[in-house]
């Protein structure tokens, strides 16, 4: 099968890739939302989920709390600008958009803390590698995509 035929529903029960590569997305796949600004930092997210993913694959544990520590605090910048923007801009749907964020930060502390109290690695594999990309596609493709053409068109 062709590289950009790849998808994230190929992974297998434990979370792995059959990609040669560790990445769990590759940048192409992330759709693109009106604003530029929303879609760089949607592709430096990535990049730090991959490299977790690496350091998965290394069984670096060090590595993966330093990157799960970036990711997380580069994930709260990420929804509170989004959140300012949607605020700033009275965005009709802020609630729903709002919703998911704190639903998907919860969830991101949650494995993020179960990872540095009990090193449960199975747990994080299967949230970094399917749960993650599925979630990401989906919020981009709907909340960040509305948000972002109901804001450039106020602008
Ligand atoms: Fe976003
Ligand atoms: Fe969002």
Redesign the pocket.
């Known amino acids: 099968m062709h590289q950009e035929n790849l998808s994230i529903t190929q992974y297998n029960e434990t979370g792995t890739s059959h990609m040669e590569n560790n990445n769990v997305l590759e940048a192409k796949q992330i759709p693109l939302v009106a604003m530029d600004a929303m879609n760089d930092v949607h592709r430096e997210e990535l990049t730090i989920v991959n490299c977790v993913s690496a350091a998965i694959a290394d069984n670096n544990g060090a590595k993966i709390t330093e990157l799960c520590e970036q990711w997380l605090e580069h994930t709260k910048a ?2 509170a600008r ?1 959140n300012t923007l949607m605020e700033t801009h009275d965005f009709p749907a802020f609630h729903c ?1 709002h919703g ?2 704190i639903e998907a930060l919860q969830g991101l502390e949650t494995i993020i803390t179960a990872w540095q109290e009990n090193a449960d690695l199975e747990a994080l594999t299967i949230y970094v590698r399917r749960t993650w990309p599925e979630w990401y596609i989906n ?2 493709s709907t ?2 995509t509305v ?1 972002s053409a109901y804001i450039k068109s106020c602008l």
């Open positions: 990420h929804f989004e958009h998911e964020h919020h981009i909340m960040d948000t």
